[in-house]
Structure formats: structure tokens, C-alpha cells
């Protein structure tokens, strides 16, 4: 019998502040009618000047840390395409915070929203070759788009840490995966900017490709057909888009669609992320925490999962919830952590959205705002200042 390999614990964990979409309706005249019901987002979660990947990181996974200790852990896989350094990785920060032990290795992994995936993938390598060791996955993304721009309203910004080890306690991931890779420029963010450049409707038909793609494939592996699973966690950039993406797969596999179908498959999966928005790698696994804090006993069912990395790299793979999952759950604190957000209003959030230090990397310090436990204090020759508050 193969091992039983999987997700253990799952914590999570976002910015500071939140602004409605409707004060952005408000700003830029837009109806609200198409941000609620047109993209299905209602708020989005604003990083404090202090806060970021690395903060964020270490948020969600100091709680998986007191829970199981870090004896186990040897590597902390961190995945993001907000990164704060060319060379050296987030992770190195976060392992630096949360006292993780000095025998670990650390890695940053990136490929757009797809990063995470990946890294659970990896993990679940290491631990088949050492069922002993437990892997820590971070995805840790802030997403921004340029002010006043089509993207802006799907901006979001969310942490999701994952143990991932033998005899899961919440998901065993199965085989096969279905895998997709095809270069095309529907999202990409050069080195020299902090926002994302995006062609809108060229991404949303990059995504519904991949989707197709990584099925396919996933079928040709002997994978289970679409009546087998529960429910289906996709990628949301915008939750409406788990909505477009399971229709496009129904149809694909030539499915008469009823609009009740699709919301039971996904509808679940969407309540963190549509007042959080995207949070790029850590937006599938949102999905998933959605998932299993509301859905009624899941218990031995088959979730589909359809990761999507514009560039673009997808993957769909399947995991059965396992026994006692429910005892293991965080829904307290998830909730906790979407609702402690302050309001900030349309003025403030603009001027987050402006702030940076100076390039000159000299000492800067950053205001005091974040009421989270970890915090981006400053920088200062060139190095970036994290402490515990
Ligand atoms: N009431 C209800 N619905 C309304 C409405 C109203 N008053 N007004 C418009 N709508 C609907 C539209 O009909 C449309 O719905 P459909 O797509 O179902 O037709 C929806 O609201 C959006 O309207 P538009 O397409 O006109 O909106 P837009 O031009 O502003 O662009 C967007 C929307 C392309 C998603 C844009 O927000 C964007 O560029 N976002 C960033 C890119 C992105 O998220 N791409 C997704 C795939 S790529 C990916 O997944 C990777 C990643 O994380 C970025």
C-alpha cells in the first residue's frame, strides 16, 4: 500500500487593513453591481506599510509551529511572485522568525500563482524518500496592480502555510497529477516594476487553456473522472473565475451544464478569497480552508484541485479529506483573521498603494501599523529589519 502522504495542518493569514469595493465603485465611478456580481469580490485585504511576504509568511505558519513544534521540520519551501529579494529567499526571514531549527533548508520557488503547487508537489518527494520529516509550504503573495488600471479591483494580499507530511491529518494528495506548460504573456511582472502587467481578457482565455490542458492529461494518466470528486478548488484571481473555470471543464468534457452544478462544485470555495481577493500562490489553498471550515462532513470525499500559474503553468490533481479532519480545523482563526482587518478608506489605501523606501537603501524606518505578531521595521543598508512584536 503507498504511503499516505499529504496536508497536515493548514493556517492562514492576511493584511492589516481592508478596503470594500465599494469605496472603490465609489472612486472610479464604477456600478457595483460588477465587482459583487460581474468578478464576485466584495473587499480586499490592504498589507500595512510594515507588513509583507515575509510577515505575512511568518503569521500563518507561527500557529502550525506551536501546534507541532519544528522538530520534524527539515525544509520550508516558500512560494511567491511578490518577492522582496533577488537572491536571497523569503524563507530565510520567516525560518529566522518562527526559530525553526538550523539543520533545514530553505528555498524560494516562483512561477506566478502556480509556485505553491509546486512546492507541495516537492514536499511530497521529500517526505516519500524520509516519511520522518515533515515539509513546510508557504505561499505568501501581496497582489498589485497599477492605480486605476482593469486589474485594480482584484488586488488582494493572504499568506497560506501547509505541514505537509505522512499519515495526513486533513488531505492525502493522490496521483496522478495532470500537468500544462505553455509560454504565453497573459500576466507577467518585469524586475524593474512593483506592479503586475496583465491583458485582461488574454488571461482569463490563458487560464480556461490550461484548465483544458491539465486535464486532459490528467485523464490520460487514469485519473478519476469529474462524478468522483466533492468539490473542486480552483485558482481565483477573482472567484468569479472558479465559476468560469468549472463551466469551461464541464463543458469540455461535454457535460450539459446546470448553473446549480457549477455553484455546488465551487460556490464552497470562495468565501475567504472574495473579501481577502487575490493572493496569487496562496489563493487555491484559500479555496481549500473555505472549503473544509463550511461544507458539512467531507469526510472521505475527493476534492479536485486546479492550480494555474500564468505564463503560464497549470496542474489538477486530486486529495481525499481524511477521518477526523474537522478536530484539526482552524475556522475560528481563519475567520478571526479576515474579520479583525481594519477599514481603511479610499485615501489611505492610495497611499499604501504609493508607499515604498527610498531606492537609496539607506536607514528608513516604517510606521508603526500593523497589529500582527511579526513586522517589516525598517531597512537599513540595504537590509531589510524584521522583529516580533
Ligand atoms: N453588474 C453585473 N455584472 C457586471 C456589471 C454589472 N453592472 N458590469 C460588468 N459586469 C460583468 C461583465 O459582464 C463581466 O462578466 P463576464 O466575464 O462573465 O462576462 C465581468 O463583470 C467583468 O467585466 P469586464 O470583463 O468588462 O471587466 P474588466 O474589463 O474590468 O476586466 C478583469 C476584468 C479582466 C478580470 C480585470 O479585472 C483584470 O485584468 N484582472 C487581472 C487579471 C486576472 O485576474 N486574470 C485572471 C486570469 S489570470 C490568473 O488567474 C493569474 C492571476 O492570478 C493574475
Known amino acids: 500500500m503507498p504511503l499516505a502522504i499529504g496536508i497536515h495542518d493548514l493556517s492562514f493569514a492576511t493584511g492589516e487593513f481592508v478596503l470594500p469595493h465599494t469605496a472603490l465603485a465609489a472612486h472610479n465611478g464604477t456600478e457595483i453591481g460588477k465587482y459583487h456580481a460581474g468578478i464576485g469580490q466584495e473587499s480586499m485585504s490592504v498589507p500595512a506599510a510594515d507588513e509583507d511576504i515575509v510577515t505575512l509568511a511568518a503569521t500563518a505558519a507561527a500557529p502550525i509551529v506551536a501546534r507541532h ?200 470555495t470562495t468565501a475567504y478569497n472574495r473579501v481577502i481577493g487575490n493572493s496569487y500562490t496562496a489563493s487555491v489553498y484559500l479555496g481549500l480552508a473555505a472549503l473544509l471550515d463550511q461544507a458539512d462532513d467531507l469526510t472521505g470525499e475527493r476534492i479536485g484541485f486546479l492550480s494555474y500559474g500564468s505564463g503560464s503553468v497549470a496542474e489538477f490533481f486530486g486529495g481525499i479529506v481524511v477521518a477526523g479532519y474537522r478536530d484539526r480545523l482552524r475556522t475560528a482563526a481563519n475567520i478571526e483573521a479576515v474579520s479583525r482587518r481594519r477599514p481603511i478608506d479610499y485615501a489611505g489605501y492610495r497611499e499604501l498603494h504609493e508607499w515604498a523606501f527610498p531606492a537609496d537603501g539607506g536607514d528608513h524606518s516604517t510606521p508603526q501599523q500593523t497589529t500582527g505578531p511579526f513586522r517589516l521595521s525598517g531597512i537599513s543598508g540595504h537590509k531589510r529589519l524584521y522583529r516580533a512584536c
Open 69 to 268: 513544534g519544528s522538530d520534524r521540520i527539515r525544509t520550508v519551501v516558500l512560494a511567491t511572485e511578490s518577492s522582496i529579494d533577488q537572491a536571497k529567499s523569503a524563507g530565510v526571514y520567516v525560518h529566522s522568525l518562527l526559530g525553526l531549527p538550523s539543520a533545514t533548508r530553505v528555498v524560494e520557488l516562483k512561477q506566478a500563482c502556480y509556485g505553491a503547487t509546486a512546492g507541495l508537489q516537492f514536499a511530497i518527494g521529500l517526505v516519500q524518500r524520509d516519511p520522518a520529516q515533515q515539509v513546510l509550504v508557504i505561499a505568501s503573495d501581496v497582489s498589485k496592480y497599477d492605480l486605476d488600471s482593469p486589474g485594480e479591483a482584484t488586488q488582494g494580499a493572504a499568506a497560506v502555510a501547509m505541514l505537509v507530511g505522512a499519515d495526513p491529518g486533513l488531505v492525502r494528495i493522490e496521483d496522478p497529477s495532470g500537468l500544462f506548460t505553455v509560454d504565453v504573456m497573459d500576466f507577467w511582472r518585469p524586475n524593474y516594476r512593483t506592479t503586475a502587467l496583465v491583458d485582461g481578457q488574454e488571461s482569463i482565455g490563458a487560464y480556461l487553456q490550461a484548465v483544458e490542458g491539465a486535464w486532459k492529461d490528467y485523464s490520460e494518466r487514469g485519473g478519476h473522472s469529474l462524478e468522483q470528486f466533492a468539490a473542486f478548488c480552483y485558482h481565483q484571481p477573482f472567484t468569479k473565475m472558479a465559476h468560469k473555470a468549472h463551466r469551461h471543464l464541464l463543458n469540455y468534457c461535454s457535460h450539459d451544464i446546470h448553473h446549480d452544478d457549477v455553484t455546488r462544485a465551487v460556490g464552497r
